[in-house]
């Protein structure tokens, strides 16, 4: 019986152990993820490294990409298994140079996935919670708050370097969809890496052509690295008071995004409805517009 009583004791100990221990790396986790938030000098490079056409005589890769910009990170939300960070990009002295960016929301020991698969469809995928089990699912979303792409890793905090790494597939990045028509997913190996002046994001991307039954051929390769520098908040003031201004509005759209993922089923998304596509119309909407406004539209871009 005593040896009984000492080897429950034991075992409960180890689970209280191993729950603080748990609870301590999930803390480390959210401090390195909040650590993006702020004011960035934000160089933005990237340049194909290999391609593998059929034609090689005839293709041409996309030119090398260095840009500089000023970017704003705000957290918009901070619960105990959420991070929600809204990127805004300055792109001048007015509110009008605001450019809402792109988002990014990071989830603890998320189950729902949706993955993209081609053509502006995503897969709808239930993870169990052993798969998931200390990891954060980073999902990114395009500028009008529709999804972009997803993955689930864990962070690595050692030797004094924090950061998360994930494979996952994605549409055609902004830069290059109006430009590029010769491939429809791009596979992304992202990292990102908190470090003493900010943080890096760095990409390993294969270019992909994908058939309807999801077989790839690979049309070329290309890296990234965005390099974010931290400056004073000050810098950045201008994207605050938009954000103050327009923050309403933005809630509403992601409350009816909310809904259409709470579905739980695969996703396809009109690419135009009457010529515009979905972020010309909410980005047309002013500040007060009602959520019914914001439902409708959405609602018309959602394929039945």
């Known amino acids: ?45 990237f340049t194909e490294t290999f391609s593998y056409p059929k034609d090689s005589a005839s293709y041409k890769p996309s030119e090398t990409k260095h840009e500089k910009a000023l970017e704003w990170i705000e957290l918009v939300e901070d619960t105990p298994n959420k991070v929600v960070m809204q990127h805004l990009l300055i792109t001048g002295p007015g509110e009008d140079d605001i450019v809402k960016h792109w988002r990014q929301d990071w989830l603890y020991e998320n189950t729902e996935l949706y993955t993209f698969f081609k053509d502006n469809t995503w897969k709808y995928k239930k993870l169990s ?38 494979t996952t597939d994605a549409p055609l990045p902004r830069r ?25 994001h760095e990409q390993d991307n294969d270019k992909l052509v994908r058939d309807a039954n999801g077989n790839d051929v690979l049309l070329a390769q290309e890296k990234g690295l965005d ?49 515009k596509s979905l972020f010309g119309k909410l980005f047309a909407l002013k500040a007060d517009a009602s959520q019914q406004e914001v439902d409708a539209i959405i609602d018309s871009f959602v394929k039945k």
């Open 176 to 200: 290059e969809h109006t430009k590029r028509s010769d491939y429809n997913v791009l596979k992304r190996r992202n990292i990102h890496e908190i470090t003493a002046f900010g943080w890096l």
């Open 129 to 166: 919670a052993k798969e998931v089990k200390g990891q954060w699912t980073q999902k990114v979303y395009q500028v009008d708050d529709s999804p972009r792409y997803e993955g689930t890793a864990s962070w690595a905090h050692i030797d004094g370097k924090h950061y998360w790494m994930n």
């Open 227 to 275: 390099v974010y520098t931290k400056v004073a908040d000050s810098k950045c003031k201008i994207a605050q008071d938009w954000w103050a201004k327009n923050k309403v509005l933005w809630l509403k759209v992601r409350t009816k995004w909310d809904k259409v993922f709470a579905a739980d089923k695969d996703l396809a998304l009109q690419e135009k409805v009457d010529k």
């Open 1 to 45: 019986m005593k040896n009984n009583r000492l080897f429950l004791m034991l075992t409960a100990s180890l689970f209280t152990l191993n729950g603080v221990a748990q609870k301590a790396s999930q803390q480390e986790d959210k401090k390195a993820i909040k650590s993006m938030c702020g004011c960035y000098e934000v160089q933005f490079n």
